[in-house]
């Protein structure tokens, strides 16, 4: 789980230091728009304000456009080199992107220019997993959750990569130590009950479950492994609230993760509507039934008279939002829809 820095500060009353502190207070409070609009201004009167560019990038990296995060906060990198935070951005920016060259060693700077950057180490962590080099992974990880126990990122990161290595009582272990300071992690809790329920300890897995409910009353995923381990209450299929909160949580990665495996999906679908529908006229009412980030989009786009897209997911809908191409996009279920 990558780790970037967005500071929130109360607005002044005019000049570039007002307005770019507006622009930090709508950003940190989900108003993007606004934000973009107090960034760009600033940036019109201060075309090289390092930090107006670090935090625009940082919101087109929220939004998904990747490219242009890179490009906003290389230049801020350029106004300001000595600034930690930048490159550590510039990192999680550049392995989004399938960059992981470029990634290691942004992060590699930002630790030579501060040493002090457990975000900065987390990440290193993380991609060094991403690359393979399992060993590399673990050292830093765990020299990250021994600096700092109570940082929960990390903390998860180390139990899944060791999940992911099939070491389950180690992973377990952090998950137990790293809830003993974050309660309230979810990713924590999950992993526990997973790992419990691979080691054949059902009813461990169960307590897991039970408590992170009794903590949080209906909350998706827990009632979701609590009935797949009790075998108790099992609906036909996984509630629409559950697979909304795993698709928002994978959001973010979505795209770069599907890239990583090739995946043809979209040109697929786009060949077989070709076959079926002929040649494109822009005469037709198109529904993309359970759309995504919208990856279809721009290839059904010559079909359609108006195009739909619909998503459990409002996490993926934001991403098929600004990627454009719709004509409407609706959060529902595709089958009632």
Not at 98 to 105: K, M, N, R, T, V
Not at 115 to 128: M, W
Not at 262 to 283: F, I, K, M, S, T
Request: charged content about 20%; proline content about 4%; overall charge negative.
């Amino acid at each position: 789980m990558p780790n970037d820095n967005v500071s929130v500060a109360e607005p002044a009353a005019s000049g570039i230091a007002g307005r770019l502190q507006q622009a930090m207070q709508w950003h940190g409070g989900g108003r993007l728009a606004d934000a973009e609009t107090a960034y760009r201004s600033v940036l019109a009167d201060a075309p090289e304000h390092p930090d107006a560019l670090h935090l625009l990038g940082i919101l087109h990296a929220q939004r998904g456009r990747h490219a242009e995060a890179a490009r906003l906060i290389a230049a801020a990198i350029a106004a300001n080199p000595h600034e930690a935070m930048f490159h550590n951005n510039y990192g999680n920016v550049c392995a989004e992107r399938g960059h992981l060259d470029e990634a290691e060693a942004s992060y590699l700077r930002a630790l030579e220019l501060d040493g002090t950057r457990l975000d900065a180490l987390n990440n290193l962590g993380v991609l060094l997993g991403a690359r393979g080099d399992a060993q590399g992974a673990e050292k830093v990880l765990r020299r990250v959750v021994e600096l700092a126990p109570d940082f929960a990122d990390a903390r998860q990161n180390l139990a899944n990569h060791l999940f992911r290595l099939g070491r389950l009582p180690e992973a377990v272990q952090q998950c137990v130590d790293g809830l003993v300071v974050a309660p309230r992690s979810a990713a924590l809790r999950r992993l526990l009950g997973v790992a419990y329920s691979m080691m054949g300890l059902r009813d461990e897995a169960i307590a897991v479950w039970r408590a992170w409910l009794q903590a949080e009353p209906g909350n998706p995923l827990a009632e979701h492994h609590l009935r797949a381990c009790t075998g108790e209450d099992v609906p036909a299929r996984a509630a629409d609230a559950y697979v909304s909160s795993v698709f928002d949580a994978f959001a973010a990665s979505f795209d770069a993760k599907l890239a990583s495996l090739a995946y043809r999906a979209p040109e697929l679908v786009a060949q077989a509507v070709a076959c079926h529908a002929g040649e494109p006229r822009c005469d037709r009412a198109v529904l993309d039934a359970g759309c995504g980030t919208g990856l279809c989009a721009p290839l059904l786009a010559p079909w359609a008279r108006s195009l739909v897209g619909v998503d459990l997911s409002a996490g993926m809908l934001a991403r098929a939002r600004v990627r454009g191409g719709y004509d409407e996009l609706v959060q529902g279920e595709l089958v009632a829809f």
